[in-house]
C-alpha cells in the first residue's frame, strides 16, 4: 500500500541546503537529493509561517482557507489564528476519512488538535499549557523514558542569549526525533509528517553570525555553524527516521518557505503619517497606555506574567526594565484616528490594508476608483524611498487579486510589498520605534524569502529530475494521488506529475472531484490566558509589538 512521509523543515533553503549536501555535510538530504527529484518550492503570498503551512496542508492559498497571518486583523484589533480558522479540509482529514491511517507532528496552526485517523500532535501557535495532543493521552506512555514533549523551545531568541537558544533548539530537534521514532514504530501509519521549526528560530537569530556579506557580521564568532549544526541535527533526525520507510513509501522533505539575510525593518505606518494617508488622534500617550494595561503588561505585573506563563527563566537573560522600555516605546493603532486614514501597513513582510468601507470597522474609502486611487497613492509613496544605504527600497508591489481569489480573498492585504529582495520587512504592527529605518526588534538578522525547498524520493519519483514551478500548494494534490487518492476539484494545486515516472504516470491518471473539501467548523474562543500567552510568545517572535 502507497505511503507517504513528509519531513517539513521549516525555512530551509537551498542556498544553504544545495552546498552543505554536495560538501557532505548533510549526508541524508544529499542522499535524497541524488536518489530523487528535488528543486525550489514557491511559498505564499507573503511568504510567512502561518498561510504557508495550511496552504500546504489544504492545497488552497490563503484566499480559500482565509489564514492569511499569525492574526486576523482588522485594524490593529486582532485575534490570535488556529486550527479552526482554516476554513479548508487538510490533507489529514481527507485522509482520514478515505480510513488512512496518519500521524502529524507539529504542523504550525494545527491546535487545537481535531480527531484524525491516527494521532496529531499541534505546531506552532500552541499554548504551552494546552491538551496539544489527539488523542489525549498520546505521549503519555513515553514521558518517564523519553521526558517532556515540547512543542517549542524552552527559550525565546534575545540578543545575548545566541549559546542557550542553540541548547534549547537542539534539544527541541533531539527530543522530537526520540518521540516521532516511537510514535512511528507503535502507531500504523500511511501518512507521516514531522516538521521541525528548529532551522526557522536558528536562521531568524543567527544568519548574520554566518553569513560574511551581512552588515552584522562579525569574522571569527563563535556561532557562525550554529545555523549548520542545527542543519546536520535535522539531517541526523530524518537518516534515523527513514528507517521506518519501506520501499513502498515516497518521501518528501520541504520547507514552507526560503531563508535569507534581514538588514532591518521599515515602520511603513511612519512614513504614511508623513505622507497623509493615516492620521493620529490627539492623545497617543493615554491611548498606549490604555493599550499595554489591556494587555496585562504594565512595569508593575511584568514578573506575574512570566510567572503564570511559565517562562520565569526569560527574566533571568532579560531585565524586566528592559523588557519595558521596549514595549514602552511604542505607539499603536489604538492612537490612529480611522476617520481620517486611507491606508495603513500590518503584517510581517509588507502587507498594507486600504481602510475600505463595509471591510474595516471604521473604513472610509470606497470600493471601486477611490479604491484603486488609495492603492496607486500608497504605491506612489513608497516608490520614492531608498534603503538606508541608498538603493531604491521598493522592488515590487503585488495586488491582491494577482495572488489569491476565494471567499476569503476579501479579507486579505490589498498591497503585498518586495522590499529590498527580503532584505528589508515591515514592522509588524505600528511602529518600532519613530525611525521610519530600524533594526528588527529582537535582533533578528535572518528573514524568509519566497522559494522554499523540494525534495522527493521513492518508487514513482523520477531520479535526477529538476523539479520547477513546484508550488507550496501542489504538496497536499500530489501525495492524495501518490496514495491513490482522487484530488479535490476546489485545491489550487496540481499533481507534480513531471517528477513521477512515466509508467506511474500512465497507469495512474489524475482524477479530480467535482465536489468541494470546504468545512465549516465552529470557531474556538481560546480562554484569556491562552490568548495572552499566545500573544506573549509572539511577541517573543517577533510578529507583535
Ligand atoms: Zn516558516
Known sequence: MARVLIFGIDGAT???????????????????MQEGAWGPLESTTPPMTSPAWPSFATGKYPGKHGVFDFVTARQGEFTVVNATTVDALTLWDILSAHGRHVGVMNVPVTY??????????????????????????????????????????????K?????????????????????????????????????????????????????PAHPQYEPDNPFKDAILCIYQRVDRAMGKLLSHADRDTTVFVMSDHGF????????????????????????????LRALLFRWGLTPGNVYDWLVRLN?????????????NSVIGKFLSFD????????????GHIGQIFVNLKGREPHGIVERGVEYERARERVIETLQTLTTPDGRPLLDRVIRKEEITAGRHADEGPDLHLVMDGYRHISFPLFAT??????????????CHRPHGILIACGPHV?????VEDARIVDLAPTTLHLMGHSIPGDMDGHVLTHMLTPDFVEAHPVRVEATESCEDQDALFLSKQEEAELRFRLKGLGYLG
Open 14 to 32: 537551498f542556498d544553504l541546503v544545495r552546498p552543505w549536501a554536495e560538501q557532505g555535510k548533510l549526508p541524508t538530504l544529499h542522499r535524497l
Open 112 to 157: 487545537p488538535p481535531h480527531a484524525v485517523n491516527g494521532f496529531l500532535i499541534s505546531g506552532l501557535l500552541s499554548p504551552t499549557t494546552a491538551q496539544v495532543t489527539y488523542p489525549p493521552d498520546l505521549l503519555k506512555p513515553y514521558e518517564s523514558e523519553l521526558g517532556r514533549y515540547r512543542v517549542m523551545p524552552a527559550v525565546q531568541h
Open 159 to 211: 540578543a545575548g542569549n545566541e549559546e542557550t537558544l542553540i541548547r534549547s533548539l537542539e534539544s527541541l530537534v533531539d527530543t522530537r526525533t526520540r518521540f516521532a521514532d516511537r510514535l512511528m514504530r507503535d502507531h500504523p501509519w500511511d501518512f507521516m509528517m514531522v516538521h521541525f521549526l528548529a532551522t526557522d528560530l536558528a536562521q531568524h537569530a543567527l544568519w548574520r553570525h554566518m553569513d
Open 260 to 287: 535569507g539575510p534581514l538588514h532591518g525593518v521599515v515602520n511603513l505606518n511612519l512614513l504614511f503619517l508623513q505622507e497623509g494617508l493615516l492620521y493620529l488622534k490627539r492623545d497617543p500617550l493615554t491611548q
Open 311 to 323: 517562562l520565569q527563566n526569560i527574566t533571568r537573560r532579560v531585565s524586566i526594565s528592559t523588557r
Open 335 to 346: 492612537d490612529v484616528d480611522w476617520s481620517r486614514t486611507t491606508a495603513y501597513s500590518m
Open 433 to 446: 520605534d519613530g525611525n521610519l529605518f530600524s533594526k528588527q526588534i529582537r535582533g533578528d538578522s535572518g
Open 462 to 466: 523520477r531520479p535526477g529530475v529538476q
